[in-house]
């Protein structure tokens, strides 16, 4: 089955520094996509990457699909305390369009 | 719209007893996934229908549970007996093309 690792699990970085999360997966990607999920709360759609080297941004921040790598990288510029909460990237299993396998997140914290 | 509604958010019962979770889809949402998270294994698929029929069902863990989705705007998840093990959070999601939108999650803990 297929599996996705995140790395870092955690990270602490200071207000207004850049940083980046990376979803590596154990078989090919049909497509990739990043939540946000805070505390007690359901996961929120950020992005989605399609097969093909997709890139996206959305505000701060920029979604990266790299298919040789099997691997994705979420990049947050000059960090704000508004995102904090856990990162979590999901992948097709197949060439449809839902998402069924998750990557155990990424807790990010963002201090003053 | 109010987004996918789920109930209760939270549960607490005693081992052996029933639980029964809810989910209310958006409307127009042909499709519908139970989720659970814990600590330990992260997010797993339960279960997902397509149009009101079960599609996959091989995360369901055993067959102390069962789903079932009536209408185009109800599914219910059930643990029949519940155990301390089945502890956990347990997300409905929706979604009409790529994008899956979650409800807020019921804390299930099971005593």
């Known amino acids: 089955s297929q599996e996705l690792e995140q790395s870092p699990q955690s990270l602490i970085v200071q207000e207004g520094k850049n940083l980046t999360i990376n979803c590596t997966s154990s078989?090919?990607?049909?497509?990739l996509y990043w939540y946000k999920q805070k505390y007690g709360e359901g996961l929120i759609f950020l992005m989605m990457?399609?097969?093909?080297?997709e890139e996206k941004s959305h505000e701060k921040i920029t979604a990266k699909l790299d298919e040789k790598k099997q691997q994705s990288s979420l990049h947050i510029t000059a960090s704000q305390p508004s995102h904090a909460g856990i990162y979590l990237c999901?992948?097709?299993?197949?060439?449809?369009?839902?998402?069924?396998?998750f990557g155990k997140g990424t807790r990010l914290s963002v201090i003053a | 719209d109010a987004g996918v509604i789920q109930s209760p958010r939270h549960e607490v019962t005693e081992m052996g007893q029933e639980v029964t979770l809810r989910c209310k889809p958006i409307?127009?949402?042909?499709?519908l996934f139970w989720y659970r998270q814990t600590m330990m294994r992260g997010l797993e698929l339960l279960i997902y229908?397509?149009?009101?029929?079960?599609?996959?069902d091989s995360g369901m863990p055993e067959d102390r549970f069962s789903a079932k989705m009536p209408n185009a705007s109800f599914s219910t998840l059930k643990i029949q007996p519940s155990e301390p093990r089945d502890s956990a959070v347990y997300f409905c999601?929706?979604?009409?093309?790529?994008?899956?939108?979650f409800g807020p999650g019921t804390r299930l803990t099971v005593t």
């Open positions: 999601a929706s979604s009409f093309s790529h994008e899956q939108y």
């Open positions: 078989k090919t990607l049909y497509g």
């Open positions: 990457l399609q097969k093909g080297g």
């Open positions: 999901g992948a097709d299993t197949t060439s449809g369009n839902t998402p069924l396998v």
């Open positions: 409307s127009g949402h042909d499709y």
């Open positions: 229908f397509n149009n009101n029929v079960p599609i996959d």
